[in-house]
């Protein structure tokens, strides 16, 4: 199976400031005939379903902030808050899609304000 | 409106069986694989299963296979997840999920709203 690790395991920052998120993938995710990296960043409040932010690794979902983004190649992946708001507080998890399953997520990313 | 609809929340005693329900609206069910994710109190979210409505094609987690059943009844649109002999272990919330593109695997755009399942 792959194995998705995230770091930090959780961060605060001050209302407005950014914020950036790792995840790691034990081997590549990286489909070589599409071009695409098979790795997706989700969020998740207390008593609400996950939200998908970014699939792709860097496509926004339809309706998600701009200050959310996602980047990265091979296996380390990024997601930046440019400018946190108390509405962002959550936690945050990537996950990998790459074929076969299982689908690992990360263990996820606290993310409080400072 | 697309749309995932769970069944309510279930407190079981160990031992006992369960089938629990996710039911689609608004998209062409059989087209779309449903997803099952579990999250233990206090835990992360763990991939268990999936199952393609159309012919049933299901797949596992290592960690769950033998353990539940993922299952569909895409006459009713509808996809279960099931325990023959449930564990306290078992207490979680659990998820269903659609993927975002038709007929393949990909991201998770459509969640259901989560049902708790307490065993005690």
């Known amino acids: 199976d792959i194995v998705m690790t995230q770091s930090p395991d959780s961060l605060a920052v001050s209302l407005g400031e950014r914020a950036t998120i790792n995840c790691k993938s034990s081997?590549?995710?990286?489909?070589?005939?599409?071009?695409?990296?098979?790795l997706a960043w989700y969020q998740k409040k207390p008593g609400q379903p996950p939200k998908l932010l970014i699939y792709w690794a860097s496509t926004r979902e339809s309706g998600v902030p701009d200050r959310f983004s996602g980047s990265g190649s091979g296996t380390d992946f990024t997601l930046t808050i440019s400018s946190l708001q108390a509405e962002d507080v959550a936690i945050y998890y990537c996950?990998?899609?790459?074929?076969?399953?299982?689908?690992?997520f990360g263990q996820g990313t606290e993310v409080e304000i400072k | 409106e697309v749309q995932l609809v769970q069944s309510g929340a279930e407190l079981k005693k160990p031992g006992e069986s369960l089938k629990i329900s996710c039911k689609g609206s608004?998209?062409?069910?059989?087209?779309?694989?449903i997803a099952w994710v579990r999250q233990m109190p206090g835990k992360g979210l763990e991939w268990m299963g999936i199952i393609y409505p159309d012919d049933s094609d299901t797949r596992y987690s290592p960690s769950f296979q033998g353990q539940v059943t993922i299952s569909v009844d895409k006459s009713i649109n509808t996809a279960y997840l099931q325990w023959s002999r449930l564990k306290a272990s078992d207490t979680a919330i659990y998820y269903c999920?659609?993927?975002?593109?038709?007929?393949?695997?990909?991201?998770?755009?459509?969640w259901g709203q989560g049902t708790m399942v307490t065993v005690s």
């Open positions: 081997q590549t995710i990286l489909s070589t005939s599409k071009n695409k990296h098979y």
């Open positions: 999920a659609r993927p975002n593109m038709v007929s393949t695997l990909g991201a998770f755009d459509i």
């Open positions: 608004g998209y062409t069910f059989p087209k779309y694989w």
């Open positions: 996950q990998q899609y790459y074929s076969p399953p299982p689908w690992t």
